[in-house]
């Protein structure tokens, strides 16, 4: 089981429930799990040790060599305005969002993509184009960006301002079709990409508190790839279970335990049922309840997560 695939994939699950009517993925203190009027975090991590059960820092270091130190900035409407990789004292981009006068997110920058977008007179994107310029594999001797992938999008709305459809083209050539549908009660429940003779679908299922309860993803190749399911306590999330599927049987899943929507525990299982990971984390929280320090236990494995927050009141 991959974790980085994983983490990716959980990043992308999570932003749909926070983008503009399921349109825009962006960041924001309402997806961060943020509380209170945050305008900066600075985010640290140590490799630590523990002596009489207490954590004790040894050296800066991230728990994966994918992870740097990072510098959040937040608007004054909670918008995530940048990121910021910390690296050798030096601050890299990793990713950022434009406005215009209208507080409508206009053009979004992450690594290797850059999106930019157009609305109409109600206010809805009604094009986009996207310039990716990611490898096609990053090692760390790879990461040089390609002279990028150029597409444009197009969207289409219902009577109720919900997107219906989104058309990729590429050179004016169409190339994919998204339909999207939903329940009597606006919440999205399928997705279907098309791509030529490929199909991609995507499934949702609520609760009665019209709460995410399972995300099925599936295609014409492969049948089932993932399924997620969630759980909640007084409509908080306590548990997200993931799946991964391999020629259409379970692949082993990953499981978080969440305790006020901050993950507090994390366990990797493989096909076999034998565990592969398991991941203790316990938090120390601000007046606000942000947390400001995370020590994470890793089979035997720690670090001290610390975070400066500043906010605007």
């Known amino acids: 089981m991959n974790r980085l695939l994983f983490f990716l994939v959980m990043s992308l699950l999570?932003?749909?429930?926070?983008g503009q009517t399921n349109v825009i993925e962006y960041e924001s203190r309402e997806s961060m799990n943020l509380v209170g009027k945050v305008k900066t975090i600075t985010e640290t991590s140590f490799q630590a040790t523990k002596i009489n059960s207490e954590f004790v820092k040894l050296k800066k270091a991230w728990k994966y060599d994918w992870q740097n130190d990072q510098l959040y900035f937040f608007d004054t409407i909670g918008n995530l305005m940048s990121?910021?990789?910390?690296?050798n004292s030096k601050a890299s981009d990793n990713y950022s969002i434009k406005l215009?006068?209208?507080?409508?997110?206009?053009?979004?920058?992450?690594?290797?993509?850059?999106?930019?977008?157009?609305?109409?007179?109600?206010?809805?994107?009604?094009?986009?184009?996207?310039i990716n310029k990611q490898p096609e594999s990053i090692?760390?001797?790879?990461?040089?960006?390609?002279?990028?992938?150029y597409s444009h999008f197009l969207y289409f709305y219902d009577s109720n301002n919900l997107l219906l459809k989104k058309e990729e083209f590429n050179f004016h050539l169409k190339i994919s079709v998204q339909t999207f549908t939903y329940d009597k009660f606006n919440n999205l429940i399928l997705c279907e990409l098309k791509e030529g003779s490929y199909?991609?679908?995507?499934?949702?299922?609520?609760?009665?508190?019209?709460?995410?309860?399972?995300?099925?993803?599936?295609?014409?190749?492969?049948?089932?790839?993932?399924?997620?399911?969630?759980?909640?306590?007084?409509?908080?999330?306590v548990v997200e279970h993931w799946v991964d599927y391999e020629d259409g049987a379970p692949d082993g899943y990953i499981e978080d335990r969440l305790e006020?929507?901050?993950?507090?525990?994390?366990?990797d299982v493989a096909s076999d049922g034998t565990m592969v990971e398991k991941e203790v984390i316990n938090y120390q929280f601000d007046v606000k309840g942000n947390w400001i320090q995370s020590l994470i236990d890793d089979n035997g494995k720690y670090y001290i997560v610390e975070r400066n927050i500043d906010y605007y009141d």
């Open 14 to 18: 999570s932003q749909l429930m926070f």
């Open 83 to 87: 990121k910021k990789d910390l690296i």
């Open 100 to 130: 215009d006068d209208k507080n409508r997110i206009i053009q979004i920058n992450r690594l290797y993509k850059t999106t930019y977008f157009e609305y109409d007179s109600l206010s809805r994107i009604q094009s986009s184009i996207e």
């Open 139 to 149: 090692t760390n001797g790879n990461i040089k960006p390609t002279e990028g992938i």
């Open 199 to 237: 199909i991609e679908l995507h499934k949702y299922e609520y609760d009665a508190n019209n709460s995410l309860i399972k995300y099925e993803w599936s295609d014409n190749e492969e049948g089932i790839v993932e399924i997620t399911t969630m759980e909640y306590l007084n409509k908080m999330k």
């Open 260 to 267: 006020n929507g901050n993950i507090i525990e994390t366990v």
